[in-house]
């Protein structure tokens, strides 16, 4: 079956630590997502890739960096510099960025914890 | 900038119950909208895209609708069940990004 893996399901790290969370996809999408979310907050855009070697930031990429060398896999990195980095993170994928009729397919995210 | 709003936050329904889920955003310049569902702790799974050129979608038992002009859509579930608790979440698709709304938290009783 095709889909979206993210992995781990909790993560716990210490405050001052760097963390990355991983993120593949077998669907064979161009474009992958990276998505926070909080209690009772919508969905906040972390960054995007359109395509492999591209990414842009999106609304709160300070404090995250990713990566993107190949098509299945769109891993984040939560640095120390991010302020409050304890959130449940989601990663997405769509066919193409820019497209009318292309859904967002969504993993099963990623519950990080920082103390 | 672009804005969603989903009003009510959190709606409670009996079973077999029709009701109504609204969605608002600010700037008609959309590709597309998405209907998600969300259940505790879990991902999302899309539900219905309305393109921009169109005015509604149909799955089952749900129905989403999209008026550009007035900055709105609304989801219909049809005979409600228990098992359609979950968050409700209306995104709209601007360039490549996609912008969510807060969700309506639905609870079915039986």
């Known amino acids: 079956d095709g889909g979206i893996t993210q992995s781990p399901k909790y993560l716990f790290r210490k405050e001052g630590q760097n963390v990355t969370l991983s993120c593949e996809q077998n669907?064979?999408?161009?474009?992958m997502y990276w998505y926070r979310q909080d209690p009772g907050q919508g969905l906040r855009l972390i960054y995007y890739s359109q395509i492999v070697n591209d990414f842009q930031k999106g609304d709160i990429a300070e404090g995250y960096s990713v990566s993107r060398e190949k098509k299945e896999s769109f891993p984040l990195t939560v640095t120390s510099a991010q302020k409050n980095p304890t959130a449940f993170y989601l990663c997405?994928?769509?066919?193409?960025?820019?497209?009318?009729?292309?859904?967002?397919?969504f993993g099963n995210g990623t519950r990080l914890t920082v103390t | 900038k672009q804005e969603v709003t989903q009003i009510p936050a959190a709606l409670s329904v009996p079973e077999g119950e029709n009701l109504v889920l609204n969605c608002s955003f600010t700037d008609s310049a959309i590709y597309n909208l998405q209907w998600f569902r969300q259940d505790p702790g879990k991902g999302l799974t899309s539900l219905l895209l309305i393109q921009s050129s169109q005015r509604e979608q149909t799955s089952g038992r749900l129905n989403a609708s999209l008026d550009k002009s007035s900055g709105r859509s609304t989801l219909y579930i049809a005979a409600s069940q228990p098992g359609d608790s979950a968050t409700y979440l209306c995104a709209v698709k601007e360039g490549g990004k996609l912008i969510f709304g807060q969700g309506t938290e639905l609870s079915v009783k039986p």
């Open positions: 997405a994928s769509s066919i193409r960025l820019l497209s009318v009729d292309s859904p967002l397919h």
């Open positions: 669907l064979n999408h161009d474009a």
